[in-house]
């Protein structure tokens, strides 16, 4: 199997921008197992499908044509990569997220993933669960507000109206369904080398992970 390297973290620690920065730097292949959720939440949403039928969605989850395009994720062919990216559709993941059956069908294409020459692989359950055995594992993390903060300046370069306080409220109800479900809830794992991120910049932060990697 091809080398894995693994960084969770909650919404907002900046795994996604590191997990990209350092794929791109090894010239590996690059797991956004969030957006994959998101894309089921998304295409749950758009059926019809009770976020809280476990059977209904695990059903949806196995039949779904959801593939990666470099990184455009594509639902039956068409690009759904910005449509994922609003706070309804990342509440939907994180709800979907919570069912066992769905986990099952997303752990054989989150492996599927792991080829040569080696993957870089950001989500809640990479280093805990899907690539417990990756020899090399991250976890980040940054506080609640600063989270936020980071969220709300990404909206506002988008030009998106945000309002800090509700995004505060939707970043603390969605890490207490990741941390509190009972299936692969986020946490680091044991072996997992754990950087709070709260006061770095994103290049302190990847200097950090590039000098554990070259270890
Ligand atoms: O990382 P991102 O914010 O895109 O993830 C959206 C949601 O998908 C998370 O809140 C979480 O509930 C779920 N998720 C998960 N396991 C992963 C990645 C994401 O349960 N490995």
């Known amino acids: 199997q091809a080398p894995v390297i693994t960084i969770d973290g909650p919404s907002g620690c900046g795994k996604g921008t590191i997990a990209a920065?350092?794929?791109?730097?090894?010239?590996?292949?690059?797991?956004?197992?969030?957006?994959?959720?998101?894309?089921?939440?998304?295409?749950?949403?758009?059926?019809?499908?009770?976020?809280?039928?476990?059977?209904?969605?695990?059903?949806?989850?196995?039949?779904l044509d959801l593939t990666f395009s470099g990184q455009r994720l594509l639902l039956e062919g068409s690009d759904i990569s910005a449509d994922i990216r609003t706070e309804t559709v990342a509440a939907a993941a994180s709800r979907v997220a919570r069912h066992a059956r769905v986990r099952a069908a997303m752990l054989g294409w989150q492996r599927d993933a792991a080829r040569p020459p080696g993957l870089v692989a950001d989500g809640r359950d990479m280093g805990t669960v899907v690539f417990a055995t990756a020899a090399l594992k991250f976890y980040l993390d940054a506080?609640?507000?600063?989270?936020?903060?980071?969220?709300?300046?990404?909206?506002?370069?988008?030009?998106?109206?945000?309002?800090?306080?509700?995004?505060?409220?939707?970043?603390?109800?969605?890490?207490?369904?990741?941390?509190?479900r009972a299936l692969s809830p986020l946490a680091a794992a044991g072996d997992a080398i754990v950087i709070d991120t709260t006061t770095m910049s994103v290049d302190a932060v990847f200097a950090q992970v590039m000098d554990a990697v070259r270890r």
């Open 21 to 63: 920065m350092l794929a791109e730097r090894l010239g590996w292949h690059l797991l956004d197992s969030g957006a994959l959720y998101r894309g089921l939440g998304f295409a749950a949403a758009s059926a019809g499908v009770d976020l809280d039928d476990g059977e209904a969605l695990g059903r949806l989850a196995q039949g």
């Open 143 to 180: 506080s609640l507000n600063e989270r936020a903060n980071r969220r709300y300046k990404q909206l506002n370069d988008k030009g998106v109206d945000a309002n800090l306080a509700d995004l505060v409220d939707d970043l603390r109800e969605r890490d207490g369904r990741d941390q509190q």
